[in-house]
């Protein structure tokens, strides 16, 4: 499922590249390439980030701190209809992005927005009325491929490096020092009744004779089942990497962002205990520096 959202991702990614045209400079006698956004290519519904954007670490770590305050204030005073409206509209954007990348390129780009941006919030209606592992994990294949666009324009090779970095290390201290991703997690699948990121029960033998008596029985009486989660800040920046290395260097480059990735997740879901809440983000950046680490060698050969 994450490699599979990945390569959707490097998709939808693409379809919102800039379009390079290469300049020869008469003065320097040197060649320069330029990227310009067509309106085909910028991000839908006023999502566009503004040319020349670029993050800097003060301004990552302010983010940080208000994101993780807001978050912390809902919890504590548990403002579910805040968050449940603050989902239902970025998930509804975020398909209608992904969507859009593919319907851009067979109707107009007016018709391509609205149709999209209507098929979307069926999508998030069914997910919000008739949420099922099923279509909660479908959903997710189309969320984190349309957010990705929005941000890949904000980073430079090197400053997703050390994005990657941060929030590497974030991850760590979240979960194995104050438990905030625990709770956060909690939160949303006890409280709100959403979780952003991938999960999957556990249907053991035992479970699933439970399941069957039930249904024969017509009982409404809950079970308790261990499930399996992956976290939407995990599948997205190995993405929005993807993207950038796309952007500013070439295919390979992506690609070996994304195996890389899936090579540390894998590693992590092997080598992990059950019942345990692991920082995925770490071995998912090794799995990403391994990968790039890979190609460069290969390219200066």
Excluded: C
């Excluded at 249907?203 to 439970?210: A, F, R």
């Excluded at 992506?254 to 770490?282: C, N, Q, T, W």
Aim: hydrophobic letters at 55%; zero cysteines.
């Amino acid at each position: 499922m994450f490699l599979l959202t990945q390569f959707i991702g490097l998709y939808v990614v693409s379809q919102y590249m800039p379009e390079k045209q290469t300049i020869f400079n008469n003065q320097t006698n040197s060649t320069q390439v330029i990227q310009n956004y067509s309106e085909a290519n910028k991000v839908p519904y006023g999502m566009q980030p503004e040319e020349g954007a670029k993050p800097n670490f003060f301004s990552i770590i302010i983010s940080f701190v208000f994101a993780i305050s807001l978050v912390l204030i809902i919890m504590k005073y548990k403002w579910k209809l805040l968050i449940r409206t603050f989902f239902f509209i970025v998930i509804t954007i975020a398909i209608a992005i992904t969507i859009n990348s593919i319907l851009k390129n067979y109707v107009s780009l007016n018709n391509s927005i609205y149709i999209s941006l209507a098929i979307a919030f069926v999508f998030s209606l069914a997910k919000a009325i008739r949420p099922s592992f099923v279509i909660h994990n479908f959903t997710e294949f189309l969320i984190y491929p349309g957010i990705a666009p929005m941000f890949v324009i904000l980073f430079t090779p090197l400053t997703m490096i050390i994005m990657l970095i941060i929030i590497s290390i974030y991850d760590m201290w979240a979960v194995w020092h104050s438990g905030i991703m625990q709770k956060m997690a909690k939160f949303q699948i006890e409280e709100v009744g959403i979780f952003g990121g991938f999960f999957i029960p556990y249907l053991t033998k035992k479970v699933k004779e439970k399941i069957a008596l039930l249904k024969k029985s017509k009982s409404k009486k809950k079970i308790k089942m261990s499930i399996a989660m992956l976290g939407g800040g995990d599948i997205i920046f190995p993405i929005i990497t993807a993207g950038v290395f796309l952007r500013d260097t070439n295919i390979y480059a992506s690609l070996a962002v994304i195996l890389g990735a899936f090579l540390g997740l894998l590693f992590l879901l092997f080598f992990s205990e059950k019942k345990k809440f692991y920082p995925a983000m770490p071995f998912i950046t090794a799995g990403i520096f391994l990968g790039l680490l890979i190609w460069k060698i290969f390219n200066l050969m």
